[in-house]
């Protein structure tokens, strides 16, 4: 999940589970201002560990550093007393009503497992037991960037905004409405771009939503009514019932692909399906076998969208269409490329590996992508793909990411 939306998550929970208020309102810094500030400073802190990326020239950090320790299940006792006694500090020093020492360890504590439990809920996997054991769980149950449960965290908190005073309520609600209106159309440009493209159906159903949040509550000015701390739980409830049918779909999404995994034969090292952009009907179903990667897409919601099968198979069922990744046949290159200690990280960490292998003149090219993460665009490289460039003796001449052009 990206940090923006897990900020976002974090003051939403100090506003519908504890007394936060506003973290930019009117009013003197005061307890309430305090616990909204640390509870979403708590949901980002995790990320912080990218920066040492920011000064290492190691590329593979994103595979064994990136959510290790600080989303780690056993170390956030101590990173919520830190961050609790040095937010007690400042305050102090600032002269603001601080909250009690106790209360600050519990709001970060809270805000860092709110991190790591929607970090576990997508597909990349998180160490949440580092650095006891280094295994990377996780549910595939959310895209890492989903706009419509950012919505639904983002929307309660403004529309508690809208409805916190008489003065200026319709321009405040009108504004509000066109602004996330705007903001939905832009996502469908981004999902357009991207290829995931999202139905003008669904767009204007999203304007009608938004329009009804914003708009209805202004009627006889009943949102007025509504407390701050009813928005936002409402929000909170509305963004786990979300969660709950994103866990529904990967269950009728997971049965699919056992269905087809057990139609095929096919000798089974891992399987999964795995959320699917753009929406929550759209799932990736990826099967590992001792020759390669099979992957069924799928429209819960409508028609299939599974692509034609990419190469024949003497498993193959006419009646089912899928997309098959062969493994390279093994060679003294691929072989040399495995023995390698940054791909034997990237081994590691991939769930659904393939491995390729072409040459370029005099060169041997070995690549290993992770079909986890997928390739939206044929044009387009997939995601984690490793590259290592050989020379005729197996020396090594390059190593790394191949990067998007």
């Known amino acids: ?16 589970a504890f007394p936060g208020q506003d973290m930019l309102g009117a009013k003197p810094v005061n307890r309430e201002r305090i616990i909204t500030w640390s509870l979403m400073l708590g949901a980002i802190f995790p990320d912080s560990d990218v920066f040492r990326e920011f000064f290492s020239h190691n590329d593979l950090l994103i595979l064994t550093w990136h ?20 937010t007690r500090w400042f305050v102090r020093w600032r002269k603001w009503n601080s909250p009690s020492l106790v209360v ?58 809208v409805y916190a005073k008489r003065e200026g309520l319709q321009r405040r609600a009108l504004g509000s409405w066109i602004l996330f209106a705007a903001g939905a159309v832009g996502v469908a440009a981004i999902g357009m771009s991207v290829a995931a493209p999202i139905s003008t159906r669904a767009i204007l159903a999203a304007v009608v939503i938004l329009a009804a949040v914003f708009l209805l509550p202004a009627v006889r000015q009943w949102g007025l009514q509504v407390r701050l701390a009813s928005w936002n739980l409402a929000g909170l409830l509305i963004a786990l019932g979300y969660i709950g049918a994103a ?34 009907w759209h799932w990736d179903g990826l099967v590992l076998t001792p020759r390669g990667v099979y992957e069924l897409r799928m429209n819960l919601g409508g028609e299939s969208t599974e692509v034609q099968a990419a190469s024949a198979s003497p498993e193959a069922d006419s009646s089912l269409t899928y997309r098959f990744y062969p493994d390279a046949a093994p060679n003294p290159y691929i072989e040399a490329a495995k023995r390698l200690p940054e791909v034997q990280t990237v081994l590691w960490f991939a769930r659904f590996p393939v491995t390729r292998f072409h040459t370029e003149g005099p060169d041997a090219i070995v690549e290993i992508s992770d079909l986890r993460f997928p ?4 044009d387009r490289p997939a995601s984690f793909t490793y590259r290592v460039r050989l020379a005729a003796d197996q020396t090594v001449l390059s190593q790394g990411w191949v990067r998007p052009r």
């Open 1 to 16: 999940m990206d940090t923006i939306t897990r900020g976002v998550a974090g003051a939403l929970i100090a506003k519908a």
């Open 67 to 86: 959510r290790s320790v600080t989303h780690s299940l056993v170390c956030l006792p101590i990173f919520a007393a830190a961050l609790a006694a040095l």
């Open 104 to 161: 600050l360890v519990v709001v970060y504590a809270v805000g860092i497992l709110s991190h790591i439990l929607l970090d576990l809920v997508t597909s990349f996997g998180t160490m949440v037991w580092s650095p006891v054991k280094w295994s990377r769980p996780a549910w595939d149950l959310i895209f890492i960037i989903d706009f419509t449960l950012s919505a639904i965290l983002l929307v309660p908190q403004i529309v508690a905004w």
């Open 247 to 280: 866990a529904y779909a990967h269950h009728v999404a997971l049965q699919r692909v056992d269905k087809f995994s057990s139609s095929l034969h096919l000798d089974v090292q891992s399987q999964g399906a795995l959320p699917f952009p753009p929406s929550l």
């Open 375 to 378: 390739q939206m665009r044929p």
